[in-house]
T-cell receptor, first 112, second 113 residues
Framework: GQSLEQPSEVTAVEGAIVQINCTYQ??????LSWYQQHDGGAPTFLSY????GLEETGRFSSFLSRSDSYGYLLLQELQMKDSASYFC?????????????FGKGTRLHILP | NAGVTQTPKFRILKIGQSMTLQCTQD?????MYWYRQDPGMGLKLIYY???????DKGEVPNGYNVSRSTTEDFPLRLELAAPSQTSVYFC????????????FGPGTRLTVL
């Protein structure tokens, strides 16, 4: 089976840096994705890691360690608009390798 | 491109009623997905499709049915609505390729009373 674990809530201060961790367990593995969801909105894609290492996209970076089944999303120079829920997701490799499963999400609270 | 569209945006059903949630994408994506999201929770996969005529169960398929007769459309059918199906339903699509990027519709907020 598959499972993804991420913290339920994280709190940080505006302008600071915050890291949201995700550990996963899958029968196969293609890569780790991250999505952002604001209250009342739909999830939007942030980043994808298929190989070990850090991927940077502006203020957001994502890291993957395949050997540790672990990844994280790093948000720098936090802004109030970054207050949202963040989900990690994996695509399972099995009979139907196009099944994408999401973690339960991390609610990011930003303090002024 | 409109991307992924869903109708209706909101719906209230009585227990035992049926309805179809519509999902259409205009990006020619092969892969489409239905998720439900309960308040304060993550996304649970209901059904998915890897192409027209091919569908498969996800994590929580009970009480739902799908069909995929065209690449563009992936409707979700609720046959006998139950209060436990009160949720927000998201449809998503993905292009075959090197990344797992999914494009989500705006969601349908369903209440079963």
């Amino acid at each position: 089976g598959q499972s993804l674990e991420q913290p339920s809530e994280v709190t940080a201060v505006e302008g600071a840096i915050v890291q949201i961790n995700c550990t996963y367990q899958t029968s196969g593995f293609y890569g780790l994705s991250w999505y952002q969801q604001h209250d009342g909105g739909a999830p939007t894609f942030l980043s994808y890691n298929a190989l070990d290492g850090l991927e940077e996209t502006g203020r957001f970076s994502s890291f993957l360690s395949r050997s540790d089944s672990y990844g994280y999303l790093l948000l720098q120079e936090l802004q109030m608009k970054d207050s949202a829920s963040y989900f990690c997701a994996v695509r399972d490799r099995g009979n139907r390798d196009d099944k994408i499963i999401f973690g339960k999400g991390t609610r990011l609270h930003i303090l002024p | 491109n409109a991307g992924v569209t869903q109708t209706p945006k909101f719906r209230i059903l009585k227990i035992g009623q049926s309805m179809t949630l519509q999902c259409t994408q205009d990006m020619n994506h092969n892969y489409m997905y239905w998720y439900r999201q309960d308040p304060g929770m993550g996304l649970k996969l209901i059904y998915y499709s890897v192409g027209a005529g091919i569908t498969d169960k996800g994590e929580v398929p009970n009480g739902y049915n799908v069909s995929r007769s065209t690449t563009e459309d992936f409707p979700l059918r609720l046959e006998l609505a139950a209060p436990s199906q009160t949720s927000v339903y998201f449809c998503a699509s993905r292009r075959e390729g090197m990344t797992d990027t999914q494009y989500f519709g705006p969601g349908t907020r369903l209440t079963v009373l």
